[in-house]
């Protein structure tokens, strides 16, 4: 019952005129980035985070929550269209949502997927109300052992999930954990990794870390691989379903959401894997298993609820834990910081208001986007037309002026420019990002959770242990990886139905 009250309030402090001009910003923005290829949520939110610290924090978080569900909208419209995936998570849309543009069904495909989102986002957003407070129930009982525990989960999964390899995904989390220790040692005062410089003393800004390897890296692995012709977008009327259209979507909606919800809430979730995993429920599922590869319209609406109902779970470790699941949330989080906030259990205690005000928003932004997509998919569409070189060099200008901003040093533009060609040799190698991000900024949190278990147990190694908390973690960690030489010594291993999905979506 107190939720419900605290939410009612969220509802009055976020129908505001203000508050609500925000919110349309935010998922006005986020449909449009999601249209276009590979500007995404999390670039978007790091160009506009030096903005936004002279904003109310409230009002950033509720334009950045606009941004972040916006984009798993706008991502489907490119997907379904263009057969090029906005978003990493709208790569499985392209599979059957493409096919269904082509045999002249755009508009049932990009209804299915807008009014899907809708769906999938409002349970979501209430199993987040549900969920959260218990969670901060369980979480504020632990101590610095769980906690590094719980952020080493973080650091094994998104490395050893996301990426073509465990290896690269390693090998990002080293880079970013190198990158997060530069600096002035919190506990004996000696520089680390400054190499003389007074300007890295005080470590390198989340802000110029994110803008540089989203930002910059993206416009230099565009301009290295540069299409001159235009993308030729197939044309969509008015999105519509009829009868038998929502019939064969209802279910995988609903299904889509039990998946997605539950894997944006665990370390390296995300959202790549329950679309996937929803693809594969629906095809086996579905009355008409013929049509898969040809154009059902199941394998729209599935992956679809599934992605939306990820980025609500998304949010339960982020206000609960402090803990990103992906690098929207991450974002997020160096924004809470940057504002003097301590994300965590005690976030809910000390900021009532911010958070679930916050959460009031998820519910108006998610009616917004319902309006938005249904009415203008014709008009996102025309965003696909604007030409790289112009699109690219705009990022690059927001990049440049956003970086220089948070410090006023023109030191920071040359460390943009370093970034930037890390996050070109990340795409380059076939590295993921999220790790790099998550290292940046929960490795010095690591670092100051693993020095205090090691006070308090007089620098006995036994003091990372801790409790039951944190013996489960470990023995998750040991199973992620060890996975692999298990799954080897495993007798009748059959190969994965990953082997016998269509993979037609060009790059």
């Not at 209430?126 to 769980?146: D, H, R, T, Y």
């Not at 989203?214 to 197939?234: D, N, S």
């Not at 992956?303 to 779970?313: D, L």
């Not at 916050?358 to 108006?364: H, M, P, Q, R, Y």
Request: proline share 7%.
């Amino acid at each position: 019952m107190d939720n419900l009250n605290h939410l009612i309030e969220g509802f009055g402090h976020v129908l505001t005129p203000m508050n609500l001009l925000f919110a349309l910003i935010g998922v006005t923005v986020g449909t449009a980035v999601g249209v276009l290829p590979g500007i995404g949520p999390a670039m978007t939110v790091a160009l506009l985070l030096p903005i936004t610290y002279g904003l109310e924090p409230t009002q950033a978080l509720i334009m950045f929550a606009g941004i972040f569900y916006g984009g798993m909208y706008g991502g489907s419209t490119t997907s379904i269209l263009l057969n090029t995936p906005g978003e990493s998570a709208s790569v499985v849309t392209a599979l059957e949502g493409n096919k269904m543009a082509k045999s002249g069904r755009a508009a049932q495909a990009l209804a299915t997927a807008a009014i899907g989102s809708f769906v999938a986002g409002t349970i979501g957003t209430a199993l987040l109300v549900l969920v959260m407070p218990q969670v901060v129930a369980f979480a504020i009982n632990l101590g610095s052992p769980e906690l590094l525990a719980i952020l080493l989960v973080a650091f094994v999964g998104a490395s050893a999930v996301l990426g073509s390899s465990r290896v690269r995904g390693f090998a990002a989390l080293l880079v970013g954990l190198t990158i997060g220790v530069v600096g002035i040692d919190f506990v004996t005062g000696q520089q680390r990794l400054t190499f003389g410089q007074p300007m890295l003393a005080d470590g390198i800004d989340v802000v110029v870390v994110a803008v540089g390897i989203f930002a910059v890296g993206e416009a230099l692995w565009v301009a290295a691989h540069l299409r001159r012709k235009a993308a030729t977008v197939i044309p969509v009327g008015r999105p519509w379903m009829g009868r038998e259209d929502w019939a064969r979507s209802w279910k995988p909606w609903l299904r889509g959401t039990a998946l997605g919800f539950p894997f944006g809430a665990i370390p390296a979730g995300g959202a790549e894997v329950p679309t996937f995993l929803s693809y594969l429920a629906e095809r086996r599922l579905a009355k008409h298993p013929e049509e898969f590869g040809h154009g059902a319209i199941e394998g729209v609406a599935g992956p679809e609820a599934a992605n939306n109902a990820s980025a609500a779970g998304t949010l339960v470790p982020l206000l609960a834990i402090g803990l990103p699941t992906n690098a929207t949330a991450a974002i997020m989080l160096s924004a809470l910081q940057g504002w003097g906030f301590e994300p965590g259990p005690f976030l809910i205690e000390k900021q009532p208001v911010l958070v679930w005000t916050l959460v009031a928003s998820l519910f108006v932004g998610n009616t917004m986007l319902l309006l938005l997509n249904l009415p203008l998919a014709p008009t996102w569409a025309k965003l696909l037309q604007i030409p790289r070189p112009y699109l690219y060099a705009g990022i690059l200008f927001f990049a440049t002026m956003g970086a220089y901003a948070v410090n006023a040093q023109p030191f920071d533009l040359f460390l943009l420019l370093a970034l930037g060609l890390v996050g070109f040799a990340l795409r380059r190698f076939g590295l993921p990002v999220l790790p790099l991000i998550i290292g940046v900024i929960l490795g010095p949190l690591a670092e100051k959770h693993g020095r205090r278990s090691l006070q308090l147990s007089g620098g006995d190694m036994s003091g990372l242990i801790g409790g039951p908390v944190a013996w489960v973690c470990y023995a998750i960690i040991a199973g992620v990886i060890l996975w692999p030489l298990i799954g080897r010594l495993l007798p009748g291993k059959r190969p994965s139905d990953r082997d016998h999905t269509p993979t037609e979506v060009s790059a």
